[in-house]
């Protein structure tokens, strides 16, 4: 199991001393939370913290975007400028911005690419697009905001997946984001997650290697 804390929940007046911090503590990805404050009712951070970030980390570190926004289309340059490793970007803008040629635009910037499904959104209009993306992001809270509960009917959409990946040959990583500690890391396991974003449980615990560790160790226990 990959463990990529959210750097939504971590202290913003030190932001690369907690990406080092979640680096030390053991995290495999560090997960990167981008609003606009239009597709979701929130304000986080741009291209340009994201670049911070990876400043601070150095190149080695796994960076992995996920845009929740309007317009991915027009802004993910930016991100692969800011040195991003992964970016993902929503289905629900179907219809608004040509989702493949995002996706291939992204893959041919270098990056590899991730197509992200929200709570209320059926998991099968993913679907088209699960032979072009490196992983499909189930959100596991509405996105917008952090320290939500889980919700565990989206285990679903994780199993769904799973099956699916199996039956077409396929070798997406099948993350979850939203309200996970360890006491949901062996539920999503089960259903089949390979990566957990995971923020105030990760961030604002009291030792952060033991949380990461601890999810590793029962998410192994699945």
Partial sequence: MLIAPSMLACDFRRIGEEAQRAVEAGADWLHLDVMDGSFVDNISFGPDICAAVRKSVG??????????????????????????????????????????????????????????????TPVERVVPYLAEVDLVLVMSVVPGFGGQSF?????????????????????????????????????????????????SSTFRAPDMAAAINSMKKTAAQD
């Fill in 59 to 120: 190149p080695a570190v796994f960076l992995d975007a996920h845009l929740m926004i309007d317009a991915p289309d027009r802004y993910y340059p930016r991100f692969l400028k800011a040195g991003m490793d992964l970016i993902s970007i929503h289905v629900e803008r179907e219809g608004k911005v040509d989702l493949h040629t995002t996706l291939q635009g992204i893959r041919e910037g270098g990056a590899k690419c991730g197509i992200v499904v929200n709570p209320a």
């Fill in 151 to 199: 919700m565990a009917d989206t285990l679903e959409k994780v199993r769904f997946l799973k099956d699916g990946r199996e039956r077409a040959g396929l070798n997406y990583i099948i993350q979850m984001d939203g309200g996970i500690g360890p006491a949901q890391a062996p539920v999503c396991a089960q259903a089949g997650a390979d990566c957990l974003v995971a923020g």
